[in-house]
Structures are given as structure tokens and as C-alpha cells.
């Protein structure tokens, strides 16, 4: 049996952790409530942090699929070059019943118009990883994104924040493809991720902040 004085912090963390649980939201359902978490799972013990939500009140055709893929383009991202996968599959938890599930949508930065996201898979830049919340369990339908900084494939330092604020500069723009426009607001939530590097891939602290996101079509 351990000490009490061991057991302490590991205490006092599963009691902040419950205290935090966000009730009552419209538009996403705070993973943590059926045993899902706002991390990712890279490895068994780290992950990185799911810090944008877009809600389920957004334009109900982001909602699909086809929907994402067509509106990161008006915002500077497309899908894999070449259509191939480069980089670990991650999986997540958002507490809606199904469990850890595989990254649905990997998106990367569109440097260029042909073949522009091959830039990216090659040198690193901005690119982010989606999943819906969508079991029976919160079938809220809202798109849990991580989003990160790298260069050549090392998330640069501060990279969660920084390439979490860029998506949120870009979303919160009017934007446009082939003929549909956007624009999104956007509500900073703390207290859904711990703040700082525990836990954390790399290492590379965050602080904590959650960007959820309403995106309208204009």
C-alpha cells in the first residue's frame, strides 16, 4: 500500500479533474463525462491535445465529411499529398461510446496550388487531425480537431498554441471556395485540457485553452 503522502497528488488531480467537467453544452459534449479525454492517443502514455471543437451548430454541410474536407480548402489546408498517409495513424476518445477510434481526416497546409500539401508532408508546417463526436453515447456531431506547428516533422516549440491560434486567425476570417463563403466565431474554453506538459507528446507545454468554434455559411 502506498504512503498517504504519495497518494496525495494523485488525489488531488482526479478530484480537479472532476470538478472541471463541463455540463450542459450545446453543440458538443465534454468528452471527459463518459471517459474520453482531450488528448489523443499517440502512444499507451502520451497523446497531443484535441484544442479546437467545431460545433454542431455550425453550417450543417461542415458537419460531413465531404463538408470538412471542402472548407479547410477556403482556409489554406487540403488533403494528403498524393493521397497517401505520411505519419502515425492517432486515435482519441471522445466519450461518445465507440471508444478509441483512428484520426477520420488528416489535413495539411496548402502551400501552393499543385501538389501543395506534398510541401508540407516533406518540410512540416501546419496540419491537423479530426474526428467526430458522433456514438450513441454524445452524438453530438461535432469535429474534435488537434492542431499543431511542425518543422520537418519536430513540433516546433509552443507548436499546440501556435498552430492552434493560426487555424483560429484563418476561421475567424471570410473565407471562400467555389462559390460557398464562411466565416466562424469562435468562444476560448479552459479548464477541458490540463495546462501544461503532462501527459503531452514531445513534451511541449500548452496552456490548456480550447477553441470551439461556430462556422456560418454566408
Avoid at 24 to 51: A, F, H, I, Q, S
Avoid at 121 to 136: E, I, L, P, Y
Wanted: with cysteine; glycine share 12%.
Amino acid at each position: 500500500m502506498l504512503p498517504a503522502q504519495m497518494l496525495l497528488p494523485h488525489v488531488h488531480t482526479a478530484l480537479a479533474a472532476l470538478f472541471s467537467l463541463v455540463l450542459n453544452t450545446v453543440g458538443w459534449v465534454d468528452p471527459r463525462l463518459n471517459g474520453g479525454r482531450l488528448l489523443d492517443y499517440v502512444t499507451k502514455k502520451v497523446g497531443e491535445p484535441l484544442n479546437i471543437i467545431i460545433s454542431s451548430l455550425s453550417d450543417p454541410f461542415i458537419l460531413t465529411e465531404t463538408g470538412l474536407h471542402t472548407y479547410v480548402k477556403s482556409i489554406g489546408f487540403s488533403e494528403e499529398c498524393l493521397g497517401l498517409h505520411y505519419g502515425q495513424i492517432h486515435e482519441a476518445d471522445l466519450g461518445d461510446g465507440l471508444g478509441r477510434k483512428p484520426e477520420q481526416f488528416l489535413g495539411r497546409q496548402h502551400y501552393f496550388p499543385i501538389m501543395g500539401t506534398c510541401w508540407e508532408s516533406v518540410r512540416g508546417g501546419h496540419h491537423f487531425r479530426a474526428w467526430k463526436q458522433n456514438g450513441t453515447e454524445a452524438n453530438s456531431g461535432a469535429w474534435f480537431l488537434g492542431y499543431d506547428s511542425s518543422k520537418n516533422h519536430m513540433i516546433v516549440e509552443d507548436g499546440y498554441n501556435r498552430g492552434r491560434d493560426y487555424i483560429v486567425e484563418q476561421v475567424t476570417k471570410v473565407t471562400h471556395w467555389k462559390g460557398m463563403w464562411w466565416k466562424g466565431e469562435v468562444e476560448w474554453r479552459e479548464g477541458l485540457l490540463q495546462r501544461g506538459s503532462r501527459g503531452v507528446n514531445h513534451g511541449i507545454k500548452q496552456d490548456g485553452r480550447v477553441a470551439i468554434l461556430t462556422i456560418n455559411r454566408l
